[in-house]
């Protein structure tokens, strides 16, 4: 929604995920309707629509989800005529890591990812949370080549540089992921971490 609102292009976006045949489901797909998305949904009818619960106390929020039908998006979604139009005719790709915890996440994300490098198209990603760089790390290591934008917070960050051995504060473990080897030479990786009300680190090839 936030890329649509920046483009000020109707349609110049989309969204790829899974949902079940429900009322939640289209719910989903009003939303990005609204917001001038245009979804590009696989479509279950084994499980329902995933739900998330949110908890707020004053400056703090948890969040406890119930994947259901967002576990089920199939890599024959990505792979079909309609979807690959819609990859094709993209310029810039974002993926958050969650994605990477689906049986077909994997191969549907370094499906599209390798598109990217090999037509000169902008990959980016996003860590997002620190039990994915935990449990998900081989998966999240086999996208960062062709990764033009990684993305990510002060804890994810500092687990980042902790899992390979990096000495030296988010800074510097910034400047060693922006300097990772990339399939694609055509642009230099950029490295931004939040840190929440403190200055945002960027780091650009090393």
């Given at each position: 929604?936030?890329?649509?609102?920046?483009?000020?292009?109707?349609?110049?976006?989309?969204?790829?995920?899974?949902?079940?045949?429900?009322?939640?489901?289209?719910?989903?797909?009003?939303?990005?309707?609204g917001a001038g998305v245009k979804p590009y949904y696989y479509e279950t009818?084994?499980?329902?629509?995933?739900?998330?619960?949110?908890?707020?106390?004053?400056?703090?929020?948890?969040l406890c989800t119930k994947l259901e039908a967002a576990n089920e998006y199939k890599?024959?979604?990505?792979?079909?005529?309609?979807?690959?139009?819609?990859?094709?005719?993209?310029?810039?790709?974002?993926?958050?890591?969650?994605?990477?915890?689906?049986?077909?996440?994997?191969?549907?994300?370094?499906?599209?990812?390798?598109?990217?490098?090999?037509?000169?198209?902008?990959?980016?990603?996003?860590?997002?949370?620190?039990?994915?760089?935990?449990?998900?790390?081989?998966?999240?290591?086999?996208?960062?080549?062709?990764?033009?934008?990684?993305?990510?917070?002060?804890?994810?960050?500092?687990?980042?540089?902790?899992?390979?051995?990096?000495?030296?504060?988010?800074?510097?473990?910034?400047?060693?992921?922006?300097?990772?080897?990339?399939?694609?030479?055509?642009?230099?990786?950029?490295?931004?971490?939040?840190?929440?009300?403190?200055?945002?680190?960027?780091?650009?090839?090393?």
């Amino acid at each position: 929604r936030i890329a649509q609102w920046m483009s000020q292009s109707p349609g110049a976006t989309a969204y790829i995920g899974s949902i079940g045949k429900d009322e939640f489901g289209s719910t989903l797909k009003k939303a990005c309707e609204g917001a001038g998305v245009k979804p590009y949904y696989y479509e279950t009818d084994e499980k329902p629509t995933g739900v998330c619960a949110v908890v707020i106390v004053d400056k703090e929020r948890s969040l406890c989800t119930k994947l259901e039908a967002a576990n089920e998006y199939k890599h024959t979604h990505t792979v079909s005529e309609e979807i690959q139009q819609v990859i094709n005719k993209a310029q810039i790709y974002y993926s958050a890591s969650f994605f990477l915890t689906l049986p077909d996440g994997p191969e549907s994300a370094l499906a599209v990812a390798k598109h990217a490098a090999e037509n000169d198209k902008i990959y980016c990603m996003n860590l997002s949370a620190e039990f994915l760089i935990d449990y998900f790390g081989e998966q999240i290591s086999k996208l960062l080549p062709y990764s033009d934008f990684v993305f990510g917070n002060e804890s994810e960050a500092a687990l980042f540089g902790k899992k390979r051995g990096w000495e030296g504060d988010l800074t510097e473990i910034a400047l060693k992921l922006s300097a990772l080897p990339k399939e694609s030479g055509s642009r230099p990786r950029v490295v931004v971490f939040s840190q929440g009300a403190e200055a945002t680190i960027v780091a650009v090839n090393g």
